[in-house]
Every structure is written in structure tokens, then in C-alpha cells.
């Protein structure tokens, strides 16, 4: 596994933390390093998912209204790619805090749960999706 250094510039502090494969420092485990993998991942993730739907909405508006779910899907897609760009800015702002630091522990937990939320909505939005999903055997219209 590559190691990664990530910095976190704060107004006159400067955190440097290192991630790498080893999340232990000492015999414990840091949990600030697992979190921030974590919202790595997460990120990661999100970024496919995004793709996906873009490229989704492209292919149903070039279909055009002659899918009988156009005005539907449009919206769920849309939907998802606003509430995906609301989860990575939240994932932004989750990650300005140090949950080893007892100060910011209540304001990462309430980013942490939004986070969640999110994700659930999105994910429930995209099972929908995928089940009204477009007929690809169907040949996709010319954009006009």
C-alpha cells in the first residue's frame, strides 16, 4: 500500500498526519486516521457514483420524451447528483475536524450523521433508478 500524507491547514496550526496502512500508534488505534481513510474512500466512491449518473442523464436526455419515464428519471437522476455534490461538500466540512479532540467530536458526529442520511437517500434514489432503468436494446435519439 502507497503511503499518503495529508495536511490540514488550520489558521495558525498546521496538523500534518500521516496515513498509511498502519493505523495503530503504539498499541492503540488512532481513530482519527481510520476516519480519515474512511472519508477518502468515501470520496472515492462518491466520485464514481456522479460519473455513473451523469452519464446516465446524458443518455436520458438524448433519449428524449420518448421514454414513457423521461420526466421521472430526469428528476431522480438530477436528485442524485445534487444530493451527491451536498455529500461531498459535507465530507469536505467533516473532515476540517480531529475527533481526537474533544471540542470537535459533537460537530463531527453531526456531519458523520448527515453523511449517513445522505448516503442512504442517494442510495435509495439510485435502487429507483435502476429499476425504471432505460431499455439499451432501444436506440438512443440524436441531441438537436
Request: hydrophobic letters at 45%; glycine letters at 4%; aromatic letters at 10%.
Amino acid at each position: 500500500m502507497s503511503e499518503t500524507t495529508v495536511r490540514y491547514n488550520k489558521s495558525d496550526q498546521n496538523v500534518e498526519n500521516e496515513v498509511s496502512g498502519n493505523l495503530k500508534v503504539g498499541n492503540q488505534l488512532d481513530a482519527n486516521v481510520y476516519a480519515t481513510k474512511k472519508t477518502i474512500a468515501q470520496g472515492m466512491l462518491d466520485v464514481a457514483l456522479l460519473t455513473a449518473n451523469a452519464s446516465q442523464l446524458k443518455y436520458c436526455l438524448q433519449l428524449g420524451t420518448k421514454s414513457k419515464f423521461y420526466y421521472f428519471m430526469v428528476t431522480l437522476i438530477s436528485s442524485s447528483i445534487i444530493l451527491q455534490i451536498s455529500l461531498g461538500v459535507a465530507i469536505i466540512l467533516k473532515s476540517r475536524f480531529n475527533i481526537n479532540k474533544d471540542h470537535h467530536q459533537r460537530s463531527a458526529e453531526f456531519y458523520n450523521n448527515t453523511i449517513v442520511w445522505i448516503v442512504f437517500v442517494i442510495t435509495v434514489i439510485n435502487i429507483i433508478i435502476s429499476a425504471f432503468g432505460f431499455d439499451l436494446n432501444q436506440p438512443s435519439a440524436p441531441i438537436k
